[in-house]
């Protein structure tokens, strides 16, 4: 007899999260830990993609016995041989998390492609953090991306979101926990996939937002003079380059985003183009589908699984915190 099996760490994923990310997500991969409940220390690592619509995508979720290079390394590993060795789309990947996240994309994950890391700037310097996090987060992350990203989607957005997602699910047991993720997961993707069909547009409501705001802006842009592809447009004093063609503009929001910034959008108004065929097909009802129509197939009641022999396996083991027991602190304070 070996020593008893201890719970350490469980990774869950389903096929149609993975199908939904490499055919309906952009190459990117946010990579965030948080801290549950309960009697033992636990944390839930996640990796989670921004769909067509710019909404939250979790695709993998792992619980694990704190942030460490170990943990992180064990679940990127698992992502890797899940998702990355099938698609090998450059990715970057996104956290605000500590060094042992991109240590294990390093050793893991041959064709990544960036790492932005926002904790970073805030050891250099505090107020630069502050007033990056306060002021100008969005165009900072803007810069972070490569352009083939095709997202201005902020960091602290998608932690937010996803941490409301969960949080019903923090206290419970290890495998109820589990369990209400994939019931979540099978909802969300069931809904969206209705939602979107009723779309009568072939941009998603969210992307179509932004594409009316940026119109709404291109009201302050004159076009200046122009040849079939290219305009010169001025807002203020500043000139910029317009290409229809090559779908940019000086400004760089444009390659960026996937969605014409003000400046392109003041020309495609003017030569009464349409604006949905200037939007990158990530940010698409069609590539949104792709997303979402693909299913978590049910799994028959417990009463008709299999019975397989297996080895009991106990909880972790607590481990007693440094310092002196909370019971002496509490005392030496009375
Ligand atoms: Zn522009």
């Known amino acids: ?30 990579v965030y830990g ?53 698609d090998n789309r450059r990715m970057t990947f996104m956290s605000d998390r500590q060094k042992g996240v991109l240590l294990a994309i390093e050793k893991h994950w041959p064709q990544f492609n960036r790492f932005c890391e926002i904790s970073k700037l805030k050891t250099a310097n505090e107020d630069a953090y502050n007033y990056i996090i306060k002021v100008e987060l969005h165009h900072w992350t803007l810069h ?26 923090r206290g419970l047991l290890a495998l109820l926990m589990m369990e209400g993720i994939r019931r979540k997961m099978i909802k969300r993707i069931g809904k969206r996939l209705q939602d979107a069909m009723s779309w009568s547009s072939v941009i998603p409501p969210l992307v179509q937002k932004k594409l009316s705001d940026r119109q709404d802006e291109a009201r302050f842009v004159t076009v200046l003079c122009a040849s079939d592809k290219e305009f010169k447009v001025k807002e203020d004093v500043k000139l910029y380059i317009v290409n229809l063609e ?80 909370k019971k002496n602190r509490k005392r030496a304070r009375e």
């Open 1 to 30: 007899m070996g020593a008893p099996l201890t719970f350490q760490r469980f990774f869950l994923s389903f096929q149609a999260q993975k199908e939904g990310f490499m055919f309906g997500c952009r190459p990117f991969i946010g």
């Open 144 to 169: 972070a991306f490569d352009s083939h990203v095709k997202s201005d989607y902020v960091t602290n957005n998608i932690t937010e979101s996803f941490n409301v997602w969960v949080d019903k699910f």
């Open 34 to 86: 948080c801290h549950l409940k309960g009697k033992f220390p636990r944390v839930l690592l996640s990796a989670i993609f921004i769909d067509a619509n710019n909404s939250v995508f979790p695709v993998a979720i792992c619980i694990c016995e704190g942030e460490s290079k170990d943990s992180w390394s064990w679940f990127i590993d698992n992502l890797y041989r899940h998702i990355g060795m099938e």
């Open 246 to 325: 090559t779908q940019s503009c000086d400004c760089g929001l444009w390659e960026l985003s996937g969605l014409p910034c003000k400046h392109a959008m003041a020309v495609i108004t003017t030569t009464r183009k349409n604006p949905s065929d200037f939007v990158h097909p990530y940010l698409t009802k069609d590539v949104y589908l792709r997303t979402y129509n693909h299913v978590i197939h049910p799994i028959p009641d417990q009463e008709q699984w299999p019975h397989i022999q297996h080895n009991t396996v106990l909880p972790p083991v607590k481990k007693m915190k440094p310092g002196r027991p």
